[in-house]
């Protein structure tokens, strides 16, 4: 992997690279992507951390359109993710948001989550975005517990501003361009106790409904594990690049008027992947 020498490379714990400048401030820009991308499918994470970044949501966009084809929103390319005074869903508030897949509910799936922060909480205001990484959460589950998810499929329903929705999803579905197994899963909220605005409707099936509190535990479990989660916490002017397609991702509360801004972009796989568990979409 050929990077400039004025470029750090360091492993985050227990996936991901950080890339850092070793001088004064390089633009973000600098980076080439395609060395970039390389490295985005070996490590799934990639933090980019100190370089002069976007000043405006359009310079955010521009740069994402040299990573492949942006998901367009109604609202557009870019969701500033800010705390609202009063929000109509969990997204905007300051809660917990529980491990989920990006466009689960929309009629394509994409590959890249593209986020730069505009502004980060000041410490111990907590915010951390939160990722799982599902091939390792298989990689390390014995035999029988791979067994037990294999046989469990959900049912998401999610009515927001910008979607109303039905899909469905095995718990181990195949990654769309690589074959191998990852885990989809949107994890109930339940056991939050603080506010949770607009909940989806989630119902899972293929075990006796005796067994299902066993299953959330242990994927839960095996989501949260020190051996396959990292949470992310922010600076101004960080940009990370996640895999939409093999980790999940959430974000843990904070507290409430902290400066937490950051923009969304999701850019597509080439060809776009499309979205087979979608069942309605409105
Ligand atoms: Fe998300």
Known sequence: MEFEKSITLRRLEPFGVVLEPNT????VMTLNIETLRELFWKE?????????????????????????E?????FGAVLELMEQDNPQDHIFDHSFVPLHWDGMYREQVPEYQIFHCVKAPL??????????????????????????????????????????????SPIIAEHPHRGHAVLRY???????????????ELNFFGLPPEELADF???????????RNFYAHEWQSGDVVIADNFTLLHGREAFVSKSPRHLQRVQVHSDPPFQNSGLEFYK
Request: with cysteine; hydrophobic share 35%.
């Open 216 to 226: 959330h535990l242990g994927l839960k479990e095996a989501l949260y594990s020190p």
């Open 44 to 68: 799934h994470l990639l933090v980019l951390r100190g370089f002069n970044t976007f000043q405006s949501s359009q310079e955010l966009s521009n740069y994402c359109d040299m990573w492949g």
């Open 186 to 200: 949107n994890e109930p909220h339940a056991g939050w106790q603080g506010r949770f605005i607009n909940p989806p």
């Open 123 to 168: 410490p111990g205001q907590g915010g951390r975005t939160t990722f799982s990484n599902t091939l390792l959460a298989l990689e390390f589950a014995p035999p029988s517990i791979r067994e037990l998810w294999s046989r469990v499929t959900g049912h998401y329903r999610r009515r927001m501003e910008f979607y109303n929705s039905k899909t469905v």
């Open 24 to 27: 004064e401030r390089a633009d």
């Open 70 to 74: 942006i998901s367009l929103w109604p």
